[in-house]
């Protein structure tokens, strides 16, 4: 079995919490066309994934989280 890459499990990840809904309402913005994610918060969290998964220290500074920003 191969192992995936770093991008591989950051996309697998962030989809899965996307369809688990375990984004916060506050992210979620609802309108005509229907519900779209805050991309800035989406970007935000996919850079810490990926820094989680390639070893990376994550570098203190305000980050938005799944439980809004911190």
């Given at each position: 079995m191969t192992e995936k890459s770093v991008e591989q499990k950051t996309?697998?990840?962030l989809n899965a919490l996307i369809a688990g809904g375990?984004?916060?309402k506050s992210l979620?913005?609802?309108g005509a066309s229907g519900s779209k994610l805050d991309l800035a918060a989406i970007q935000q969290i996919h850079q810490?994934?990926?820094e989680y998964y390639s070893g990376k220290p994550v570098e203190p500074e305000p980050r938005y989280t799944l439980d809004g920003v911190s």
């Open positions: 996309l697998d990840t375990q984004f916060p979620i913005k609802h810490q994934l990926q």
